[in-house]
């Protein structure tokens, strides 16, 4: 493989290359429409190809992988230090293949079109679960102008709408029940796709083994484990646990200066989606470690403590995340100690 790397600022009609030569100078730079840039690069000598993480680019990642080239996906808010001058098209290449230059961008795994089948389940059933919090939210409040005040939760709003379309004194009007009636129509649809979409993910769970032993962490269920896995990959863009914790946001935000040291609160970096399922999944742990006398929910309770509730959940979820890695990057089965074995130490 030759020593040309390429910049290609991505869209969805128009696209723009940055080619520097062996010695770093710009020796071309071309506009494509999509068809051209997959002629054009398939005809290319092997090459460097660097590229946003960002819309359709593990597409194109995986198809110039089939010419023979070697593909990076680097960062965007990595890329943005290395904008020169304007920003236009060509300078957004240009800045691409500088990142890609300098070699301290750590760059994202190309997924497979299985983990991206993986990342759409999780995706469309986030939106359904979007989808039907607003509903029930939208109903119970449309309902209590009505005089008519539902408990929480949509599986009592499932039991309670039929009620109140069958009730002729509860002063609902005729336009309004037709209008709750298709309402309540579409409430069942979405509770019934979300049960799909979780049955689809325990499946999943039942029948890859990476999942099978992430759902041995505390926390860590169908949902929870699919995600991470999804996320994660195979885990050797990262040298270590920490690093995989500091991808998904879960370490504490720096600000030092000299020799003194302020932590705050967690970057939030990565996946935004990923974190939360971890978290959550950390907090249910955490709300029942007083209960148990194991190693971790012994650790646990110290930190609610000495630390506070939410502050030892992120703990958690941070420590999850590090052994998350091990399993997935090392092939390991997470085994914890038993109590017996802790307490004569």
């Not at 869209?11 to 999509?34: D, Q, T, W, Y």
């Not at 600000?255 to 990565?270: N, P, V």
């Amino acid at each position: 493989m030759n020593h040309t790397r390429i910049g290609i600022d991505l869209a969805k009609n128009v696209f723009h290359m940055i080619v520097l030569g062996p010695e770093g100078k710009v020796i071309k730079r071309r506009k494509f429409s999509r068809a051209q840039l997959a002629e054009y690069v398939s005809q290319l000598e092997p090459a460097t190809i660097a590229m946003e993480a960002c819309g359709s680019a593990h597409h194109w990642a995986r198809r110039f992988r089939e010419y023979g080239h070697q593909v990076m996906l680097l960062p965007p808010q990595h890329v943005k230090g290395y904008l020169r001058g304007q920003k236009n098209d060509y300078n957004d290449a240009l800045a691409i293949v500088e990142a890609l230059s300098h070699g301290a961008v750590r760059s994202i795994p190309v997924k497979t079109v299985e983990q991206q089948d993986d990342q759409a389940l999780h995706r469309i059933r986030q939106l359904r679960i979007k989808e039907l919090r607003s509903l029930v939210n939208q109903l119970r409040g449309l309902l209590s102008e009505y005089g008519i005040v539902l408990p929480q939760g949509k599986q009592a709003l499932r039991a309670q709408l039929p009620l109140l379309l069958e009730d002729a004194e509860n002063g609902l009007t005729p336009g309004f029940r037709a209008l709750l009636n298709r309402e309540y129509q579409r409430l069942r649809f979405l509770i019934e796709d979300v049960e799909w979409f979780d049955q689809q993910l325990l499946h999943q769970s039942k029948e890859d083994d990476v999942c099978k032993r992430l759902k041995a962490l505390p926390g860590f269920g169908p949902v929870v484990s699919s995600a991470v896995k999804g996320w994660m990959g195979n885990g050797r863009q990262f040298k270590r646990g920490r690093d995989a914790s500091a991808a998904l946001g879960i370490v504490p935000r720096q600000a030092t200066s000299g020799d003194k040291i302020r932590l705050m609160g967690i970057t939030k970096r990565g996946d935004k989606y990923t974190r939360s399922l971890v978290v959550h999944g950390a907090r249910a742990v955490v709300r029942e470690a007083h209960k148990k006398d194991d190693p971790l929910s012994r650790w646990i309770s110290r930190l609610v403590e000495t630390r506070g509730y939410n502050k030892a959940t992120v703990a958690l979820a941070n420590k999850l995340i590090r052994i998350a890695w091990v399993i997935v990057a090392r092939g390991e089965t997470y085994s914890p100690k038993p109590v017996a074995q802790v307490a004569h130490t």
